[in-house]
Each structure stands twice: as structure tokens, then as C-alpha cells.
């Protein structure tokens, strides 16, 4: 029973079921909506043929919408927090629907079918993902884990504790070098790798793990990352790796310039008013309602950001530039409002328009931070090939607290895989990032997170 569990809601499982079933609710809510309907419409065999026309159409597009949405993925959320982003996803198909009746001329496709439909489909899923995502997590909760590594290894062991997911069963934390590596391993279902392992150890643990069919996983340095989506090229006999200019292309940059302007002029009309309020309730409060301040964007050009003032005057006179915290003190109570509902950010849009930022990009950072930064870590300059953004990789995968190093990490991924679904996918993920969960909410302190790593470490 377990073994036919681990198949049905493994990761492979999951990614496979998950989607079916959706469609199975997406058009069985059509069809009740047409039966709960058939004494209404004027004209019911017209009305069906129409949506029976552009069946196809909806549940490609909704494949592709639940893809956006990482509706494939397990979510390790409350009911509304599943429940909201199946709703965003189900608009988002509402409104593709419409115009895919719109335009394959199917004008015939009822909207009081489609809006109930509409309305049964966001209920049923969210139970349906509420359910297979705890489903998902019991099955793969009990693997057990090893961590190897050096300094980084311990903070891995304790992002793996804290998430309380799939990987916090951990075993055992070890050294490479550690004499009996290899037996832990046999011990443990997962292997994970840290970045700080020396190339000649981990290409023996990884060469072990493939030849044992052990699940092995692997932090990659930032320079491995350039090497991503490199091209094979034959050159005589010898297989050789043509490694991808880390840019995005004159037209690439062209469009994404292009869709830039038209999403902020939108942006500037609906938010127009929310920030008409904003602005005139930070100057009743006192003190300035806008903040501005030098940020660094493409080819290490300095600009002004535009924000909502969330912190109070001059916050930075004694100390100096400072990272914000989560809990800094400097924050306003209106500021911190505006920082949890990200609407201090809407003056960006003004940066983006004037061409700046992009909607999408690595969020840009203080001149004196990046100084630090490039001479912490070589590859931080590379950042800078394309405009600063408004969101990015880094914002929506990453978490508050979620180091440099990750975010650099993110960053370099998202410029050496750049494409206009790839913009479009994070613009819509970026809805969901309010509800992920903080990484300090955990069931145990971070003393006791220490504890527990250290007692699973072999010397």
C-alpha cells in the first residue's frame, strides 16, 4: 500500500495526477453548469456545441495556466493559501476562455455557465490540491536524509529542518572526507551535496550515487550556473560545451522593452488612485511621502529609485547604509502595511517607464552594497547585464532573509534562461510570494535547530 502511495503522490506522480485530475474537474463543473442550466438557456444545443468546440482549447490552456501557477508543485499551504492561487489561476483561465470563445467566434458559449463553472472549479481544486499536496508530504516525509559538507553543510541541515517538508527527515550530517561516507549513504534515501565539497569529492559521491541508483542532490556554485544550457558541439571527435553568452538578445530586449511600457502605463492607471491615497496619507502623518534613493541597474549604471517612505526621517544618519530587516525597528506602522502588501513599491513603475527597471529583472541594489558584494563574490557583477526589476527569480523563490550568495544564484539563472514565458511566468508568481510562509515561522527555536543539527553531525 505504501509503495503504490509513493507512486500515485511522489514527485513524478504528483506532477502527472495533479494536472489530470484538475481537468477532470474543469470540465465536469462545465457540465453540471450546463445541466443545473438546461431549462434557461434559450438555446441549449447551440450553447453546448459551442463549448464542445473550444473543449480542447480550454484545457490546453489551463495545462499551461496550473504550469504558471506551480499548480503541479506541492504547496505546504493553509486551505486560503491554496485556495488563493487557485483562484488566481482560475481567473486567469475565465478570462482565456473568453477569449478563446471571443475569438474562435463560439459567441454562443454561455457567461452564466462560464462564471458558475468558474466558481465550482476554484472550490473543488483547492480541495482536491489541499488534499494530494498532504498526501504528497506524508508519503515523502519519511525519507531520510544526508547532508554532506563542510561550513555550509549545517545551514542547509537547518533550512531543511525549518521547512518542515518532503527533506527535513535528516539522519545524518557529515564531512566528505568523512571515513565511513559511503555507508551513510546506503543508510539514507537522499544525499545532499553542498557547494563548499571539493570537485574531486563530489564527483566520486555523485559517480557512487548514480551507479547505486541513490537520490543524489547538489548546491551549485555560481559559476557552475554559467555553464547551464551550454550548447554540445562535436569538434572532429572530441564532444565539446559551447558555453552561452550570459545576455539577453537585442530583440529579446526589444520586446521585453516593449511589454514594459504597456504593463506599467496599465499599472499607472489602476493604481493611480490606491496611490493618490497612499501619498496623501504619508504627508497627514508628517514628513515626506516618497523615497529616493541610489540603486545600481544594467552595465553598473546609478539611478534613483522611487518608494513609499515606510521608515522614518533620515533613518540612515547615524548608521549609515544598512540592509533592512524584517524586524527593524526604523519601520513605520504605516511602512510596515506597505511593505507586507508591497505597495510601496508603485512609484517604481515611474523608473520602469522612463526606462530604468524592467518589470522583471534582479532587484537593484545600493552602490555601496554592490562594492561590497562584487568584492565578496566575482560573479555579482554579472547581475548587471540586464536591467534591475521591479520582481525577479530571486523574489519569487527566494524568501525574505534568503542569502546574497541564493539571491545571486537566482539571479544568474534567471539572465542564462531568459525567455518572454519565463518574464510572463514570474509577473504571475509574483502574486503568490504574499502568502509564502516566513522562514522564521517554526516549530522549534533556532538554539534548539542548532541542538539537533549538531547531534546528527559525524566528525
Known amino acids: 500500500?505504501?509503495?503504490?502511495?509513493?507512486?500515485?503522490?511522489?514527485?513524478?506522480?504528483?506532477?502527472?495526477?495533479?494536472?489530470?485530475?484538475?481537468?477532470?474537474i474543469i470540465y465536469g463543473a462545465i457540465i453540471l453548469s450546463f445541466d443545473l442550466f438546461k431549462d434557461s438557456l434559450d438555446n441549449f444545443s447551440e450553447n453546448w456545441f459551442a463549448f464542445v468546440a473550444i473543449?480542447?482549447?480550454?484545457?490546453?490552456?489551463?495545462?499551461?495556466?496550473?504550469?504558471?501557477f506551480e499548480l503541479d508543485k506541492p504547496k505546504d499551504f493553509t486551505f486560503f493559501g491554496i485556495g488563493y492561487t487557485v483562484v488566481l489561476a482560475i481567473i486567469t483561465q475565465l478570462f482565456v476562455t473568453m477569449a478563446i470563445s471571443f475569438l474562435a467566434r463560439e459567441f454562443a458559449f454561455p457567461r452564466s455557465i462560464l462564471l458558475t463553472s468558474s466558481a465550482i472549479q476554484a472550490f473543488l481544486i483547492t480541495l482536491w490540491h489541499l488534499f494530494a499536496s498532504k498526501m504528497y508530504f506524508k508519503v515523502n516525509k519519511s525519507k531520510s536524509v544526508l547532508v554532506v559538507g563542510y561550513e555550509k553543510s549545517q545551514p542547509l541541515a537547518y533550512k531543511l529542518l525549518e521547512s518542515r517538508g518532503m527533506w527535513s527527515h535528516i539522519k545524518h550530517v557529515c564531512a566528505p572526507n568523512?571515513?565511513?561516507v559511503y555507508e551513510l549513504i546506503k543508510e539514507c534515501d537522499i544525499t545532499f551535496l553542498t557547494e563548499d565539497v571539493e570537485e574531486e569529492y563530489k564527483q566520486k559521491i555523485i559517480l557512487y550515487c548514480i551507479?547505486?541508483?541513490?537520490?543524489?542532490?547538489?548546491?551549485?556554485?555560481?559559476?557552475?550556473?554559467?555553464?547551464?544550457?551550454?550548447?554540445?558541439?562535436?569538434?572532429?571527435?572530441?564532444?565539446v560545451l559551447d558555453v552561452r553568452e550570459l545576455n539577453i538578445s537585442?530583440?529579446?530586449?526589444?520586446?521585453?522593452?516593449?511589454?514594459?511600457?504597456?504593463?506599467?502605463?496599465?499599472?499607472?492607471?489602476?493604481?493611480?488612485?490606491?496611490?493618490?491615497?497612499?501619498?496623501?496619507?504619508?504627508?497627514?502623518?508628517?514628513?515626506?511621502?516618497?523615497?529616493?534613493?541610489?540603486?545600481?541597474?544594467?552595465?553598473?549604471?546609478?539611478?534613483?529609485?522611487?518608494?513609499?517612505?515606510?521608515?522614518?526621517?533620515?533613518?540612515?544618519?547615524?548608521?549609515?547604509?544598512?540592509?533592512?530587516?524584517?524586524?527593524?525597528?526604523?519601520?513605520?506602522?504605516?511602512?510596515?502595511?506597505?511593505?507586507?502588501?508591497?505597495?510601496?513599491?508603485?512609484?517604481?513603475?515611474?523608473n520602469i517607464l522612463i526606462g530604468d527597471m524592467s518589470i522583471v529583472g534582479p532587484r537593484p541594489e545600493r552602490p555601496f552594497f554592490v562594492e561590497q558584494f562584487q568584492k565578496e563574490m566575482p560573479e555579482y557583477n554579472l547581475r548587471h547585464r540586464v536591467k534591475a526589476g521591479l520582481t525577479g527569480l530571486a523574489q519569487v523563490q527566494g524568501k525574505y532573509n534568503t542569502s546574497v550568495q541564493d539571491k545571486l544564484k537566482y539571479d544568474l539563472l534567471y539572465i542564462n534562461g531568459y525567455?518572454?514565458?519565463?518574464?510572463?511566468?514570474?509577473?504571475?508568481?509574483?502574486?503568490?510570494?504574499?502568502l509564502r510562509k516566513s522562514s522564521t515561522e517554526g516549530l522549534k527555536t533556532v538554539t534548539e535547530l542548532e541542538e539537533e543539527v549538531e547531534s546528527l553531525t559525524r566528525r
Open 55 to 68: 473543449s480542447p482549447y480550454i484545457g490546453l490552456s489551463y495545462i499551461i495556466i496550473s504550469h504558471i
Open 178 to 180: 568523512y571515513p565511513n
Open 211 to 239: 551507479e547505486n541508483n541513490y537520490t543524489v542532490f547538489y548546491q551549485p556554485k555560481s559559476s557552475e550556473i554559467l555553464q547551464f544550457n551550454a550548447n554540445f558541439l562535436q569538434i572532429d571527435d572530441s564532444p
Open 250 to 350: 537585442p530583440s529579446s530586449e526589444s520586446l521585453k522593452r516593449f511589454i514594459d511600457v504597456v504593463l506599467a502605463g496599465i499599472a499607472f492607471i489602476i493604481f493611480l488612485i490606491p496611490a493618490t491615497i497612499i501619498y496623501l496619507i504619508l504627508k497627514i502623518g508628517g514628513g515626506t511621502a516618497f523615497y529616493v534613493q541610489e540603486r545600481v541597474t544594467r552595465n553598473n549604471k546609478i539611478f534613483k529609485i522611487y518608494k513609499f517612505r515606510t521608515m522614518i526621517e533620515n533613518a540612515e544618519a547615524k548608521s549609515g547604509p544598512v540592509l533592512a530587516q524584517d524586524t527593524d525597528k526604523r519601520i513605520t506602522k504605516i511602512g510596515r502595511i506597505l511593505r507586507a502588501t508591497r505597495l510601496d513599491e508603485i512609484p517604481q513603475i515611474f
Open 419 to 434: 525567455s518572454l514565458a519565463l518574464d510572463i511566468k514570474l509577473v504571475m508568481q509574483t502574486m503568490n510570494i504574499l
Open 1 to 24: 500500500m505504501n509503495k503504490f502511495l509513493e507512486n500515485i503522490f511522489g514527485y513524478r506522480g504528483f506532477k502527472i495526477l495533479t494536472p489530470l485530475f484538475d481537468l477532470v
